[in-house]
């Protein structure tokens, strides 16, 4: 009994399954993968489920004989990591798995599990389809779970909430989450849209939504379904390449604030009167430089950002390393205003902007600030602190270096 497969295709199917594998989990089976093949479709699949959540591929392959086994997930993948490329044969016998390359210098003999682990299949699961959408939008609306929160205590922010919306001819899909201290909403156009799950939405844990950017390339295919009244299953398909890889899990019972979200940005939006110009890559070099004073030390390193005049500036807090003053290139508009900012959550809400990033706020002191890039919306929270306090710029005069420098030179005698 035996099964033969690209080494490549076994390779990325087992990289995918130890996503969701848990060595140390607490559920026994966590660690194992169950293999299937099917003569008649020849086709193997690849599952593995860690009690919440289950990724499943679909090789095509040269199947001998109907098998199923179990075997260690991680044994397996660095094992088939090893090898070189080309076929890799699984040979099933009594006392376990044989591994052996298509030019028969690699033959490894693996234990397999035994049977009383059981890992449920995706495959044959009822389904109702909800929409579909390309992979490259499906991973923009998936940035939003940078901003969901890693609080366990707090299992409503630790989600990503999805909506499917018609605002007018066209479906558009919202991805919302926030951490309690940031927001976003990411918006992207879906392929189609089933008419039932217009203006629905499923409420995603943020540790499946990671799982979809680690799995969906950009030109893949998803298709998300319903399955029951509490699971769902995501599709990612690629007729290129011949991917056929699905995901599961249940729905998340906590809800973020959805409503709060929506009207924070919108307020915010609507009562800025300071708007931000300045290039993406400057505001990350920016950051860097705040970074450079924290130093190894145990200070607590904060960004100041100031508008004055239509000049953007800003400032570290005063370190055991110093302080930075500095000006951002850039263009500003609107009355003075000034905030002290997380410049963690500076840095993330910035890896989303285009080119250039373009960002407002209310001059009220306290008050959020909102970045506005290509289909994605980030409202970053000030930093409330009262040690924290105001930043003195001093007005330097700008040091420039000759254009020209004449060269002399100095005759030697021969």
């Not at 995706?122 to 779970?145: K, Y």
């Amino acid at each position: 009994m035996s099964i033969t497969l690209s080494r490549a295709n076994l390779y990325e199917a087992l990289i995918n399954a130890a996503r969701v594998s848990e060595k140390s989990g607490t559920l026994a089976a966590a660690k194992f993968a169950r293999i299937e093949a099917k003569a008649a479709e020849r086709t193997v699949m690849v599952t593995t489920f860690n009690g919440q959540t289950a990724i499943e591929s679909v090789l095509a392959g040269d199947v001998a004989d109907d098998m199923l086994f179990y075997v260690d997930v991680q044994t397996l993948l660095k094992l088939v990591t090893a090898m070189p490329e080309g076929a890799i044969t699984l040979a099933l016998k009594k006392n376990g798995l044989t591994m052996t390359t298509g030019d028969g210098k690699h033959k490894n003999d693996l234990k397999t599990g035994g049977s009383d682990i059981e890992i449920p299949v995706i495959a044959g699961s009822s389904m109702t389809e909800m929409a579909r959408i390309s992979g490259i939008e499906l991973r923009r609306l998936a940035r939003a779970v940078k901003f969901a929160s890693t609080d366990e205590a707090r299992p409503s922010l630790m989600t990503v909430h999805v909506a499917f919306n018609k605002p007018g001819d066209n479906v558009i899909a919202v991805a919302s989450a926030t951490d309690g201290f940031a927001a976003i909403q990411a918006l992207a156009p879906v392929v189609s849209c089933a008419k039932t799950a217009v203006q629905k939405a499923i409420t995603f844990p943020a540790s499946f939504v990671a799982l979809m950017l680690d799995t969906v390339r950009p030109d893949d295919l998803v298709t998300i379904h319903r399955s029951g009244e509490n699971r769902f299953i995501v599709a990612v398909t690629n007729e290129k390449t011949g991917k056929n890889l699905a995901l599961a899990s249940t729905e998340s019972a906590a809800v973020p604030p959805m409503d709060s979200i929506a009207k924070m940005i919108k307020s915010t939006k609507e009562e800025a009167d300071v708007n931000i110009e300045a290039g993406t890559s400057a505001l990350e070099n920016a950051i860097d430089i705040i970074g450079a004073y924290t130093g190894g030390s145990n200070d607590l390193v904060y960004l100041f950002l100031a508008v004055n005049d239509g000049t953007i500036r800003y400032a570290s807090n005063p370190t055991d390393n110093g302080q930075c003053r500095a000006i951002l290139d850039g263009t500003a508009s609107g009355p003075k205003a000034s905030r002290w900012f997380n410049p963690g959550m500076v840095r993330k809400a910035v890896s989303l902007m285009p080119e250039r990033t373009r960002a407002a706020m209310p001059s009220k002191p306290n008050t959020p600030i909102l970045f506005m890039g290509d289909n994605v919306r980030v409202m970053l929270a000030p930093v409330n602190n009262a040690v924290l306090k105001e930043v003195d710029f001093e007005e330097a005069a700008a040091v420039e270096l000759p254009l020209t420098q004449e060269a002399v030179a100095e005759v030697v005698a021969a």
